[in-house]
């Protein structure tokens, strides 16, 4: 019996070590395949920038245009922030609705009207003009005219010119398109049924013709510039495509010595992907920065004629402009990328057939 119970523990103890033998071997190979990996990775960077440099002329190409589209792309978006930034700002500071009242409304009357106004949600801001006003403003724009203003300073001409001059409300609202609540107070509040003026309806439609104006060419604006991106985009995979099937036809011998020595697809991709990736990063880099100075180049003379680039120039003007630097860099990537791996497939599935 205990020679049986001693070849079992020695049985047990060959097979613990086994265990940790096999355990030990297992860590050993994932440290040398994950070095493996890093090398591998290492050498692929390294002959990705050595062909980038190899083909400058061929990268220089496919670089330019990849700026092109990403510039495009750009000033696409910018132009509909820029667009849509100063259509909300026309809707919000020069579009009103105007209540014309009759003449000689008290300025009581009015300021009741105005409280009336603001409690709909969507009154930002009541405007009321007496009919006083009115005449104290026409006197400023004609004082020049030395005979209207001795006649005007006659009490009864005064009294006729105001009897005959509209009191009115303007209302600045943050929804132009939904004024139901302002046209119920007017129709049944009695204040306003008892003071519109007849011959003047309320105008709820106020600069519309302006605000469809500025939304279709915001709209061409845009539609335009995707067709153009997506254009130079085609134009970008297709000169990649063919700088890195040059590439691969000047280095097929390589390729070639390569695949007898059993280097995977991977490898043999690497190289060209990583290429292409470049170029990607420095048409990203040079693209934005050219946006960026373009930018601050033009934007004064936007800003004299009246467009809101308060939303580009807070980006411009922060931290937020890295962002744009590295989505830049990260597009011309993709593009780089999608284009060398079309080629590349290409090439090996055509040597695989």
């Known amino acids: 019996m205990s020679k049986i119970s001693s070849e079992e523990r020695l049985a047990k103890n060959r097979a613990r070590n086994q265990v940790k033998m096999t355990k030990k071997n297992l860590r050993t190979m994932s440290r040398n395949g994950k070095a493996h990996k890093a090398r591998s990775t290492v050498r692929i960077v390294r002959y990705g920038a050595v062909g980038f440099a190899r083909n400058v002329w061929l990268s220089v190409a496919s670089t330019v245009v990849m700026t092109i589209t990403i510039l495009i792309m750009i000033t696409t978006l910018v132009a509909s922030a820029i667009f849509s930034s100063t259509a909300d700002t026309f809707l919000r500071e020069k579009v009103d609705i105007t209540i014309f009242l009759k003449p000689r409304t008290s300025a009581s009357v009015m300021k009741e009207m105005t409280t009336a106004l603001m409690e709909d949600k969507n009154v930002r801001q009541v405007v009321a003009t007496t009919s006083e006003e009115v005449f104290e403003k026409y006197l400023e724009e004609n004082q020049d005219n030395k005979m209207l203003m001795k006649t005007l300073s006659e009490e009864e001409m005064k009294n006729l010119a105001i009897s005959a001059m509209q009191a009115s409300l303007r209302i600045k609202v943050y929804n132009l398109e939904d004024t139901s609540g302002i046209e119920r107070i007017v129709s049944e509040n009695p204040l306003f049924v008892d003071n519109l003026d007849p011959n003047y309806p309320p105008n709820y439609d106020t600069n519309r013709k302006e605000i ?78 050219a946006a960026y100075f373009g930018y601050k180049a033009i934007a004064p003379g936007l800003v004299d004629c009246g467009v809101d680039v308060s939303k580009i120039s807070n980006i411009v003007e922060s931290e937020k402009l890295v962002l744009v630097y590295l989505c830049s860099c990260l597009v011309g990537m993709l593009i780089g990328a999608l284009s060398a791996q079309l080629a590349i497939k290409k090439y090996l599935t055509k040597k695989k057939k």
């Open 212 to 289: 469809e104006t500025i939304n279709n060419v915001a709209g061409v604006i845009n539609r335009i510039g995707w067709i153009l991106s997506a254009i130079f985009i085609a134009i970008s995979i297709l000169v990649i495509f063919n700088t890195i099937q040059m590439a691969i036809f000047s280095r097929r011998e390589e390729i070639y010595m390569m695949r007898l020595v059993g280097a995977d697809k991977t490898f043999i991709r690497g190289p060209f992907i990583v290429e292409s990736q470049i170029s990607g990063i420095i048409a990203g880099l040079l693209a934005s920065t």
